[in-house]
């Protein structure tokens, strides 16, 4: 595993799930990092755990909805660690909701979290790097009804479609000051925020478990892992592309034949 020693990093919604676990995995390779979000507890609970095993964070809340917000976290980053060389955009809101009832403020909270936010976020983090001269690596957590679409999430589907075309657009754009954008779009993943919004029931839960070929969960450390690899050295050639982590649920279900025999083989752990 490439060591991140002597860099600095920042992850937003970085106090759970994906974004606490890629926040913990970035530290255990040597870096440094800046854990944003808006609640201060559990940004502090991560950012303790970081400094508990060796390694140095910064908590600072922050709704990524808000330039000026964001403008003042990623100033706090460069004040502390004296430099940036990536970002992790991860923060996000969902629900599921038939397209017919969602309302225009559910429609502005996901699309202004989801878009704006890794915009705003983007924006702030590639404007330090250019006026530094520091090259750097921009990784987005998206999903992959970006480009299949998925009943119910429209809300989150458009705001994670246009994700991915600013992610390519700026891939492009910024090659020239050697800054990477790239995007992980893992399948359903076990954290609280995922489990009560989108499988409360256990009905969804064993439906959404259906859907999934390797018929798991993908942890929330794996995911971490994958960004930390397109942050390091070893995807200095890859940008603007989408690393898919799914357990091949965007392929599809079966439609088909008689259903496939499992075997009675139970899920690997992780």
Not at 176 to 186: F, S, T
């Amino acid at each position: 595993m490439e060591s991140l020693a002597d860099r600095a990093y920042l992850v937003t919604g970085g106090g759970t799930g994906i974004g606490a676990a890629t926040a913990l995995h970035l530290a255990a390779l040597g870096a440094s990092v800046t854990v944003i979000g808006r609640r201060e507890e559990p940004l502090k609970k991560i950012a303790d755990e970081v400094r508990r095993q060796g390694g140095d964070a910064l908590a600072h809340t922050a709704d990524v909805r808000d330039p000026a917000a964001v403008e003042a976290a990623v100033d706090a980053a460069m004040d502390r660690f004296g430099r940036i060389d990536g970002l992790v955009n991860n923060a996000a809101g969902n629900f599921v909701t038939p397209a017919e009832k969602l309302s225009p403020n559910g429609w502005r909270a996901v699309v202004d979290i989801v878009l704006n936010g890794t915009w705003n976020c983007t924006s702030a983090v590639a404007r330090r790097m250019i006026e530094t001269n520091r090259p750097g690596s921009i990784v987005s957590v998206i999903a992959t009804y970006a480009w299949t679409g998925h009943p119910g999430t429209v809300h989150s589907a458009a705001a994670k479609a246009g994700v991915v075309a600013m992610t390519r657009t700026l891939a492009v754009e910024w090659a020239r000051y050697d800054i990477r954008l790239n995007c992980v779009a893992p399948g359903p993943t076990e954290t609280e925020g995922a489990g009560s919004a989108l499988w409360a029931e256990q009905e969804d839960r064993d439906r959404v478990l259906a859907s999934v070929p390797l018929r798991r969960f993908a942890g929330a450390a794996e995911v971490g892992d994958l960004i930390g690899l397109l942050l390091s050295d070893r995807a200095a050639y890859i940008t603007g592309t989408t690393l898919t982590a799914d357990g091949g649920q965007s392929l599809g279900a079966q439609i088909y034949g008689p259903p496939l025999e499992t075997n009675g083989a139970s899920p690997s752990p992780r």
